[in-house]
């Protein structure tokens, strides 16, 4: 990307003390970091937690981090370094985790019941995920040209305001608004998905 | 235009914050209302979530997971120091806050730049008993010249006792070594190129040479 990093502003906000700043870019990247992690390491139990370490050393690193590259590029790096120094504990160290053992008593009666499962690994987190994926699309087809257009020039193409205002010739403003609308109307569809667990909020 | 509080408008800065297109103040004013309202937290998480699965369908998590993976790295996050990294705007106002406390710590670095510069020349006599009188003279200018600068910086300067002391005392042998290698090179600018058998000596006009 040669687009000037769009999490410039937030990293800012973060040197200058704002801890949610943080937690905003957590949220941003956690699905990502963790799938990263999840192909390095095989046991799914581990991943949340070696993406949480990941985000508290960027964290700590953050005033370190000179915008040299994009956010993201140092938080893959620090992912992918925090994962390997797991891998290299857990080799000096072994120990069985929920789902390796599950993994090796597959052909047993005995299912992992008592304890409970990482909802990464459970059929009903899967179900909620590809319900997710297939309200997203149908959501996205649903769009005016217009929007569909606008959001997928900045999420798939990753291009910036400016650069969408310039292919669909119409003023920066409109680009915003369009991708704000299209967000809109692509998250009510989601939001009975999303909103499962009464009392749990963001 | 855009006021703050009403609903869309604060929705759809935030929107622009996600894509990194909102200016300073507007990030400044769209972070504080994300901290403070959990509706626009849940806009937050759901449109990322909608940006990762256009990317990629298989970046569709539990949302269910991703709100406690966020909540524990909250609770973590809360034990962690604030994090704070040196900005000049920030870094003026901390001098001066800090400058009636330093006075006392200004005889302290006075006090070690002294036993600096004495460990110094001591050593040096020590070192060299009469080989270099030349030296001598110049550890013996360097009290007068080089006491003065750290002081000074020392009452700009914000901090502790420690630092300050540590640094001036770095400084000061700094300096010294660096006049006395000026002064050598002075002394023995002639001789040294005709080959005097010290190797300092010849460090030193290796040294100002390359300067």
């Known amino acids: 990307m040669n687009a000037p990093d769009a999490d410039a502003p937030l990293v800012e906000r973060v040197k200058q003390g704002d801890v949610k700043a943080f937690e905003m870019l957590v949220v941003k990247y956690q699905r990502r970091i963790e799938r990263l992690i999840g192909r390095m390491v095989r046991d799914v139990d581990l991943v949340p937690d070696i993406a949480q370490e990941t985000f508290i050393r960027a964290y700590r690193a953050l005033p370190q981090f000179r915008g040299d590259s994009a956010f993201y590029t140092w938080l893959y790096r620090i992912a992918v370094n925090t994962a390997k120094k797991s891998l290299m504990e857990l080799k000096r160290d072994p120990l069985v985790t929920e789902s390796a053992r599950a993994g090796r008593d597959e052909d047993d009666d005995n299912p992992r019941v008592e304890n409970e499962p990482s909802d990464a690994a459970t059929p009903d987190a899967v179900l909620a995920s590809k319900q997710i994926a297939s309200a997203v699309n149908f959501a996205v087809e649903a769009l005016s040209e217009d929007l569909r257009q606008a959001i997928t020039l900045r999420e798939i193409e990753g291009l910036s305001y400016e650069e969408i205002a310039e292919l669909m010739n119409c003023p920066i403003g409109t680009v915003r608004s369009r991708i704000f609308r299209a967000r809109e109307a692509i998250a009510a569809r989601l939001r009975p998905l999303l909103d499962t667990r009464e009392g749990d909020r963001w | ?211």
């Open chain 2, 1 to 211: 235009m855009a006021i703050d509080g009403f609903g869309d408008s604060a929705k759809e800065r935030l929107s622009a914050l996600a894509d990194g297109e909102l200016d300073r103040p507007g990030s400044t004013t769209s972070c504080a209302a994300w901290a403070g309202d959990a509706a626009l937290r849940a806009d937050w998480h759901a449109w990322h979530l909608i940006g990762d699965v256009l990317r990629s369908e298989d970046l569709a998590s539990n949302p269910g997971h991703d709100r406690d993976f966020c909540a524990k790295l909250r609770l973590r996050l809360q034990a962690e120091p604030v994090v704070l990294a040196p900005m000049p705007a920030i870094a003026e106002p901390a001098g001066g806050r800090s400058d009636r406390r330093a006075r006392p710590s200004r005889w302290a670095a006075a006090g070690a730049v002294a036993a600096g510069v004495v460990l110094v020349v001591g050593t040096f006599a020590v070192v060299r008993p009469g080989e270099w009188p030349t030296a001598q003279v110049a550890g013996g200018d360097a009290p007068v010249s080089i006491a003065a600068s750290p002081v000074g910086a020392a009452s700009t300067e914000e901090a502790a006792v420690q630092p300050v002391a540590i640094v001036a005392d770095s400084k000061v042998f700094r300096d010294a070594q660096l006049e006395r290698y000026l002064e050598a090179h002075k002394q023995f600018a002639g001789t040294s190129a005709l080959g005097v058998p010290s190797a300092f000596l010849r460090s030193a006009t290796v040294d100002s040479a390359a300067r």
